[in-house]
């Protein structure tokens, strides 16, 4: 009995694994990747058929005009008209052609094959129109790449007709009444062209992919140019959010704690001046916390001047200059001419170079006098500090000191500035720094 069942299942295995593995040839031949070709494809030759009809169109009214303007006699109306057509109409024409073709192949990638090809340049906004869009390489690829989807499409009907080859076998068989070997032949051309029919609808498409990213989509320069205005643009972005959050915390420790602490430096104040009969430990204690509450009202003023100055929000920079140079440790010759506002990150750039400036002219260079130049010269602005210290102010290039002139040069170069800094040993030191009026 077991014998039996072995040769059972020997002679049953051989056919039954034969037909499992023809079933998955079979099934291979409308896999998910040859489903896909075939659309694309499909949708190419639908599109084809639209370009060969404007633009084949549009070359035979073009020839058709050259021929008349070549044999018809020179001066008549008639010629007139179709010089004007030829010359002027044709170009336009072919151009409207062009960009509403290049806008359909993208809608096909988009909605057939899944894949967004992005626009380069804008070559419709070329002037003067419509002569300066045909002097963008982007039109003439555009161009190319419609020239070629007419051989894309010719090559897309014949993977049509590759996967119709059964049908066209069955209706032969049928209808033609062929001999044996003529039939068989038939069926054998069938079979080859239904099974190369995937491979020729999956390279074709992914050839047509391929020319269309190259040709419809941004060349090189196109893609860095791109890139470098998104990262323009997020950069910017960036700069007004942490401009903004500067803002709303300077607003915030100016209406929350420091009202807090004026408070309560007003009640140990008052307290000082009441309590005089207490104990002298007492009196001692709340003489300190009073102290201490105006030392710490001054640096959390302090620090909001130096997270976004409010001043330069209500009365602009040159406002907020004067009172840096009203508070400085050391006299400060300002020269303000700025007609117009500039950008308000540049104006909170241009601010922060000075008070940086100056708060190392008086620390760091021991300076007795400094002077700031502020004006804007056409589309700059450009920010001078100079001051008498003993020199030898550089930016650090790692850790340690300088760190400040160095977080300058970032501050500057964020808006697409630039500092110098000009300090030999002995002095004098000049910062100077040129910022665009507009971020």
Same mark, same amino acid.
Request: glycine share 8%; hydrophobic share 50%; net charge neutral.
């Given at each position: ?212 990213? =190259? &040709?419809? /989509? ?5 893609? @860095?140019?791109? !890139? %470098? ?6 950069? #910017? *972005? ?81 406002? =907020? &200059?004067? /009172? ?5 440790? @050391?006299?400060? !010759? %300002? ?6 506002? #500039? *950008? ?96």
């Amino acid at each position: 009995m077991t014998s039996g069942i072995s040769l059972y299942v020997d002679v049953m295995t051989p056919p039954y694994l034969t037909f499992r593995r023809v079933a998955t040839v079979v099934s291979s031949l409308w896999s998910a990747p040859a489903r896909r070709a075939t659309r694309i494809l499909l949708a190419a030759l639908l599109v084809a058929a639209v370009t060969t009809t404007l633009l084949g169109g549009l070359g035979i009214i073009w020839g058709a005009a050259v021929y008349s303007l070549l044999n018809w006699p020179v001066g008549s109306r008639g010629h007139i008209v179709l010089y004007v057509a030829v010359v002027i109409a044709g170009p336009v024409l072919a151009l409207w052609a062009v960009q509403g073709l290049t806008a359909l192949q993208r809608s096909r990638f988009r909605a057939v094959a899944g894949v967004d090809i992005p626009g380069g340049s804008r070559a419709a906004d070329r002037k003067p129109w419509p002569v300066g869009p045909w002097l963008a390489a982007a039109t003439w690829r555009q161009l190319a790449f419609h020239l070629l989807s007419i051989g894309t499409g010719a090559a897309a009907g014949l993977v049509v007709v590759c996967w119709l080859a059964p049908v066209a076998a069955i209706g032969y068989l049928v209808a033609g009444h062929p001999s044996a070997a003529a039939g068989a032949a038939a069926c054998a051309a069938a079979a080859v062209l239904i099974f190369a029919a995937p491979w020729l609808a999956q390279q074709l498409a992914r050839a047509d992919e391929t020319s269309a990213r =190259a &040709l419809l /989509g941004p060349s090189r320069s196109e893609e @860095l140019a791109l !890139r %470098l205005e998104s990262l323009t643009r997020s950069r #910017a *972005a960036i700069i007004a959010a942490t401009d903004a959050e500067r803002h709303r915390i300077e607003r915030d420790l100016h209406d929350g704690a420091q009202q807090r602490l004026v408070s309560l430096a007003m009640n140990l104040g008052m307290a000082r001046e009441r309590f005089t009969d207490v104990p002298e430990p007492v009196r001692r204690t709340i003489a300190d916390a009073h102290d201490e509450a105006i030392l710490a009202l001054s640096e959390v003023r302090e620090f909001i001047r130096g997270l976004h100055p409010a001043v330069l929000n209500h009365r602009g920079l040159d406002a =907020a &200059l004067s /009172g840096l140079a009203a508070r400085a440790p @050391l006299p400060v !010759r %300002l020269q303000v001419d700025m007609p117009q506002p #500039a *950008a308000p990150s540049v104006e909170a750039v241009a601010y922060f170079i000075v008070s940086e400036a100056l708060t190392n002219a008086s620390k760091h260079a021991q300076a007795t006098q400094a002077e700031v130049t502020v004006r804007c010269d056409g589309h700059r602005l450009q920010v001078m500090v100079t001051d008498n210290g003993s020199g030898g102010a550089a930016p650090a290039e790692g850790g340690g000191g300088g760190t400040g002139l160095r977080g300058l040069m970032q501050r500057a170069a964020s808006v697409d500035g630039t500092l110098t800094i000009d300090s030999p040993p002995g002095g004098p030191t000049v910062i100077a720094a040129e910022l665009p009026c507009e971020s």
